[in-house]
């Protein structure tokens, strides 16, 4: 089996992970760049290349299972992938990736790319733009944001 069978399914669990649509993060532009940066980076120490291999065995178990119903989807996630202790922590490791661009939790993570700070959904989720990239333009400081109440 080639790495790029599980491309498809990487971003089925990254949208279910993550709480974006696949259209959403496909959008970012990061798909394919993260999906080989977890590929290569598991082995290296934990999670390991065998929790990634099982990591994706799971998933294929819960998607492409009988049931699509999406509660039922959910509960397996949080039942067999998300927990810290499964597949060497590679769920919470893939939301950090996403959200932040680095690789890694807390303090003891490392960025990626400058583009996938740049694409990190934490500016999407918090509704405001990276500093020192996709600025809002000249005088937006003007405009009050969205989410205020007058």
């Known amino acids: 089996m080639e790495e790029k ?4 399914l990487f971003s089925k669990i990254s949208a279910s992970l993550t709480g974006f649509s696949e259209m959403e ?3 970012t532009g990061m798909m394919e760049t993260y999906y080989n940066y977890v590929m290569g980076k598991c082995g290296e ?3 390991t290349k065998l929790d990634l291999e099982y990591f994706f065995e799971k998933a294929k178990e819960i998607y492409l299972g009988d049931n699509n119903d999406e509660n ?5 996630i949080q039942t067999w992938i998300f927990p810290p202790t499964s597949y060497g922590g590679l769920a919470q490791l893939i939301i950090t990736l996403w959200y932040t661009g680095n690789w890694g939790l807390g303090f003891n993570g490392s960025p990626i ?11 999407n989720a918090g509704e405001t733009h990276p500093s020192g990239a996709k600025q809002p333009g000249f ?6 944001p ?3 109440k007058k």
């Open 72 to 76: 039922w989807i959910d509960t397996q």
């Open 113 to 123: 790319s400058a583009q996938a700070y740049v694409q990190g959904l934490i500016w």
């Open 146 to 148: 969205i989410n205020i």
């Open 45 to 47: 120490s934990s999670p």
């Open 25 to 27: 993060l496909w959008g």
């Open 5 to 8: 069978d599980n491309l498809p």
């Open 139 to 144: 005088g937006s400081w003007n405009i009050p």
